[in-house]
């Protein structure tokens, strides 16, 4: 991507700065750019489509070529002129496109379009830029639609009347002249017609009003109350001296107070006014005359007279007076206004003093604490300037500890006395919840009493059984205890065979010992045969030279030797014997052991037998009792 | 010295439930009038139906703080036949924290020995010196509980954040001491929303206005309607019927603030309420900026309307602005309206 260039913006629709991956795939470059565009594209043309340039929808042809068509049909069906060459050609070079684009633009703002569009914006399909211009241009084109609707349909129309007609336009032209001469006529009956004019030696009016005034005067109108003019048609009367009506038939209006200013004014302007010469002209002096004078005072008193004579009558004559009735009905409807608006005044005027009564009572109020802070801060001035004197933080302290001291006070005799308060409340709560279990009927405490005692002596016989209970499990304790002495078949063998172990440790070590003992006896005779012999030879030694010096000697030694030497062989031969003896005990008794032994082999043998047959037994038992059983 | 401090203790209670299933007001020091003991009682989660046990509730009523911590009985204890117990402190200053840890220590103290003479030894300590000895070897210190810490440990960035551009109409109700409701079916809810409110008007660091737990009876309406302008929670939703208590509504679990009829002339908005709400809403959605920066940014732009202000009541006579005054500037009409009702509520107004 073109990051770093100065043209940042990738055009959308160019392949300028396309990239190619190793295997020659365009690499799509997704910038956040292109996909806004593309959504205002998509705007765009619903836009247009709504708008009802129908072309953007033609799938072939290229979003500029959509663009820029709908925005010039936008401009010409805005009524501009746009100088554009409509037949696009499919590959326009930059520089027609360009041309194009900029012609649009220059009709813009003689649109007086507000967005502002560059040409290279519409030809680099910068639709982000592009949507606010296409959107006003829309907007114009159907309001320019609805506005020129009309005159479209009635030129068309006119068209249509140039060289056909309908039956009714027929019918029309018919009618035409008939009708024309009726309404000219009518217009002409009911034409104002000015009744005064104005002398020429009264002067110009100055100010609009009054001028305006002394024209509708002329032609006979008052302006402002009565819905008829009442003072002309009496000027009339009295002008023509025909014999008037009789005023309760005039329609006059009934506000007096109103006519009597309006008098003034008329009586002003209609002097420098003279009747039309087309009227009774030789009353001119007279009527003027008339007018200055007492014509207010007569009109006041025929108004009033009408009033009594138009409430006594009202009911008779409803309905020629309808004008009348309206306005006496707007009149009666006003008047009630007024009263609920004077009543409101009043409530709100009532409302509004005690408020303010209120306000006043709040700012006495305020006055007074003012005072009374005023007064605290007076006093607390003082305690300073007496506080001064002394040292302050050891004051400090002593205020604190004495403030703390107060309020512990105070607050242990507030403690008592609530306690003695709450005690109280307590125990009256304590009556009262005793006060509401007391008040039990008869008849609920003897239930009450039953209760218990069923109660009392379900729980006795519970004790009871469960003492039997103990005591038969203790028995049965016992008695298990008993049957578990007696040995079961295999703890039997288990103990036989337990005895034959311990027997034969019992016996090895039995015999080791005794052979400990024989050994023990034997080295014993032997110690002592070898002392003897030392002795013996010692003796010898020791006598051998003694002897040796006598004869006599010598041959008692020779004796002695002798003797000992038949001693020594009687010994051994008693030896010799005793151990022959022990050999044929031992043969004997070996003798024995081997018979013993063939005794326990036959044992064995037998018992073995004895297994194999009782096996053959259950085995021909089995296959008895299977037989028997099918 | 902790003299000063600790006068603004009142009171201590207590109250148990035992095996039976009875509540009781068992005792206090020194003494809580009848009107009051009946409103603790009712506020003190074990008087209610439900099994729900709310650790720690704060309220006020007739300008008495009160905080009742409540807890469940344990093995081991010297407690016999107490399943729970509360503690209620009351006192005349606002601050939760600093109440619910003293009302911790004596919760263990209690439930350990089993009488509250150990306890009031603790609380009388609490009171002369300031701090008391607890279980683990530590102490209780009250200095380390300052009012101005009380008065930020509210959370105003969860309050903008949660109703974004419509907490200037809180802001202006704030403003005009008007009456604010607040309704959530969880008290912990509302004592946690209602707490922080008053810090919208940080300039007059009044949080008597603050009534964070009422109930609709009578006694309670009649000491709220006593105060001109208040901020009141609700657990009961009886109270959006109830449109002669408010003039703003404000519905918690359905983020909805709502302004009463007989309000909305006074409560006008324009322009220069635009311009704080943003900045609330700016300040609050910054995510480095702590709570009270936030609160110090609202109380910043306060002071320039009322510097405002009183530089305009200074041009008149005896330093009180008129309605012809404010005429006079030409405001566009919600600002002259709220500036005039600002004025009154500043005690700027020539009356």
Not at chain 1, 533 to 550: C, G
Not at chain 2, 169 to 192: D, F, G, N, Q, S
């Amino acid at each position: 991507m073109a990051a770093t260039s100065v043209f940042s913006r990738v055009r959308t629709g160019s392949k300028i700065g396309a990239q190619y991956d190793q295997e020659g795939n365009l690499i799509q470059v997704e910038t956040r750019e292109d996909e806004e565009q593309n959504i205002k594209l998509s705007e765009i043309l619903d836009l247009l489509l709504a708008a009802g340039y129908f072309r953007a929808r033609i799938k072939g042809l290229s979003p500029f070529d959509k663009v820029v068509g709908g925005m010039t049909w936008c401009i010409t069906t805005c009524n501009f002129d746009i100088d554009v060459d409509l037949l696009f050609q499919e590959n326009s070079t930059i520089g027609q496109k360009i041309a194009l684009t900029e012609k649009i633009v220059s009709v813009l703002p003689k649109m007086k379009c507000p967005h502002r569009l560059e040409p290279h914006q519409i030809q680099g399909l910068d639709f982000i830029h592009i949507f606010p211009v296409v959107q006003w241009l829309v907007k114009r084109a159907i309001e320019t639609r609805e506005e020129m609707g009309d005159y479209i349909r009635s030129y068309s129309v006119a068209q249509f009347q140039k060289t056909h007609s309908t039956p009714e336009d027929d019918e029309f032209m018919q009618r035409k002249e008939k009708a024309i001469r009726t309404v000219v006529h009518v217009s002409d009956v009911y034409k104002p017609q000015r009744k005064y004019k104005r002398q020429v030696d009264a002067g110009k009016l100055i100010d609009e009003e009054s001028r305006v005034h002394s024209t509708l005067l002329e032609y006979g109108r008052r302006y402002g109350f009565s819905k008829q003019s009442k003072e002309d048609k009496v000027e009339d009367r009295k002008l023509s001296q025909a014999p008037g009506l009789p005023p309760g038939m005039t329609e006059l209006s009934e506000e007096e107070d109103l006519q009597a200013a309006e008098e003034l004014r008329i009586k002003t302007l209609m002097t420098n006014m003279a009747a039309m010469a087309t009227e009774e002209g030789r009353l001119t002096a007279s009527t003027v005359g008339h007018i200055v004078g007492l014509q207010s005072e007569e009109i006041k008193q025929i108004a009033s007279e009408y009033a009594e004579k138009m409430e006594r009558s009202a009911e008779d004559r409803p309905e020629r007076y309808g004008p009348a009735q309206q306005h006496r009905r707007q009149m009666a409807s006003l008047n009630k206004q007024i009263q609920q608006k004077t009543k409101q005044l009043e409530e709100l005027h009532a409302k509004h003093l005690e408020v303010q009564a209120g306000c006043e009572e709040a700012k006495i109020k305020l006055l007074e604490a003012s005072e009374l802070t005023d007064k605290l801060e007076r006093e607390l001035g003082a305690l300073e300037e007496v506080e001064s004197l002394a040292d302050s933080s050891i004051l400090e302290k002593l205020r604190a500890l004495v403030a703390m001291n107060e309020n512990l006070k105070s607050q242990e005799q507030e403690f008592r006395t609530h306690c003695r308060e709450e005690m109280a409340r307590l125990q009256q709560g304590i009556e009262g919840l005793k006060m509401e279990s007391g008040e039990d009927t008869e008849d609920e405490k003897e239930r009450n009493q039953l209760i218990e005692k069923q109660y009392k002596t379900d729980r006795d016989k519970l004790q009871k059984i469960r003492l039997l209970l103990a005591r038969r499990n203790r028995e049965i304790a016992i008695l298990q205890r008993k049957i578990d002495e007696v040995p079961s078949r295999a703890e039997l063998t288990q103990y036989q065979k337990r005895f034959i172990e311990l027997y034969g440790q019992v016996s090895a070590t039995h015999k080791e010992t005794k052979q400990f003992f024989t050994l023990y006896n034997t080295l014993d005779d032997k110690k002592v045969f070898l002392e003897k012999e030392v002795n013996l030879l010692n003796s010898i030694h020791d006598n051998f030279q003694q002897a040796m010096a006598s004869s006599g000697a010598k041959e008692q030694f020779l004796r002695q030797m002798e003797q000992i030497v038949e001693g020594i062989k009687q010994n051994r031969i008693k030896m010799e014997k005793k151990k022959q003896e022990n050999k044929m005990r031992r043969d004997q008794l070996n003798d024995e052991y081997l018979e013993l032994l063939e005794k326990q082999r036959l044992y064995f043998k037998t018992v073995k037998d004895f297994k194999e047959e009782c096996r053959k037994n259950e085995m021909l038992l089995s296959k008895l009792r299977a037989k028997g059983a099918s | 010295m902790a003299g000063v401090e600790t006068q603004l203790m009142l009171s201590v209670g207590l109250i148990e439930k035992d095996v039976n299933g009875d509540v009781l007001w068992v005792w206090c020091y020194p003494s809580v009038s009848a009107e009051l003991r009946d409103v603790l009682l009712s506020k003190c989660c074990l008087t209610l139906d439900s099994s729900m046990l709310h650790t720690f509730v704060f309220g006020q009523f007739s300008r008495t703080w009160y905080y009742i911590t409540t807890v469940e009985v344990h093995e081991p204890t010297a407690l016999k036949k107490v399943t729970h117990f509360s503690i209620v402190l009351t006192a005349k200053d606002f601050n939760p924290e600093k109440y619910a840890a003293f009302s911790r220590v004596l919760c263990r103290m209690y439930s350990k020995h089993g009488s509250p003479v150990r306890m009031m030894e603790g609380y009388i300590a609490v009171l002369t010196k300031g701090m008391c000895q607890n279980d683990e070897n530590g102490s209780f210190l009250v200095k380390d509980y300052d009012a101005q810490k009380a008065y930020l440990a509210g959370s105003i960035k969860d309050v903008v954040s949660q109703f974004g551009m419509e907490s200037i109409i809180l802001y202006t109700a704030l403003m005009l001491k008007k009456r604010v409701v607040v309704h959530h079916p969880r008290i912990e809810a509302v004592l946690e929303f209602t707490r922080v409110l008053p810090a919208l008007t940080w300039h007059r660091k009044d949080w008597s206005i603050l009534h964070p737990y009422v109930h609709l009876n009578e006694r309670e309406l009649e000491s709220l309607r006593l105060c001109t302008g208040y901020v009141a929670g609700f657990v009961d939703p009886e109270i959006s019927n109830r449109s002669d208590l408010f003039d703003v509504y404000v519905n918690l679990p359905d983020s909805e603030i709502t302004v009463s009829q007989n309000a909305k002339e006074a409560m006008l908005m324009g322009k220069l309420h635009r311009d704080v709400g943003l900045l609330m809403v700016q300040s609050a959605e910054h995510a480095d900026r702590t709570d009270s920066q936030v609160i110090k940014d609202i109380s910043v732009k306060t002071k320039e309307i009322l510097a405002n202000l009183t530089s305009l009541a200074e041009e008149c006579e005896n330093s009180k602005i008129t309605l012809e005054t404010l005429k006079q500037r030409r405001f566009p009409p919600a600002t002259e309206s709220f500036l005039f009702h600002l004025a009154a509520a500043e005690q700027l107004l020539k009356i």
